[in-house]
């Protein structure tokens, strides 16, 4: 975005750009719930599968830390090793995620 004429200091570029920052604050976007995850998921095919873990789906945890503003991780694993597929907002956004990963159900 144009901040407008040349800044001389690095601190008026710096000032400026907070400032349009905070004239024009990005959109809040609400987390995915789990109707909208299961309705995405049958409309593609997929299956969303529930687990017994604290997050209630199979390939997806959640941070420890609470900075995270994407807190929950979806992932897969090969082998022994973990694989992530992302960082989300919600944890039904992440299922979607794992079972886009996995493909169409059978």
């Known amino acids: 975005r144009h901040l407008g004429p040349a800044l001389s200091t690095a601190a008026a ?3 400026a750009t907070a400032a349009a920052a905070a004239a024009d604050p990005p959109p809040t976007i609400e ?8 309705r995405l998921a049958e ?9 017994s873990n604290a997050t ?3 390939g997806v945890c959640k941070h420890n830390d ?3 503003s994407k ?3 979806a992932y897969y694993r090969k082998g022994r090793h ?3 597929l992302g960082q989300f907002s919600s944890a039904a956004e992440a299922a979607l995620a794992y079972a886009r990963h996995l493909g ?3």
């Open 82 to 84: 973990s694989h992530s």
């Open 56 to 58: 209630g789906f199979k």
């Open 13 to 15: 570029a710096s000032a």
């Open 104 to 106: 169409p159900a059978l």
């Open 71 to 73: 807190p929950f991780v």
């Open 66 to 68: 609470v900075r995270h």
């Open 31 to 38: 987390p995915m719930s789990e109707d909208e995850a299961r």
């Open 43 to 51: 409309a593609e095919g997929l299956k969303l599968f529930t687990s």
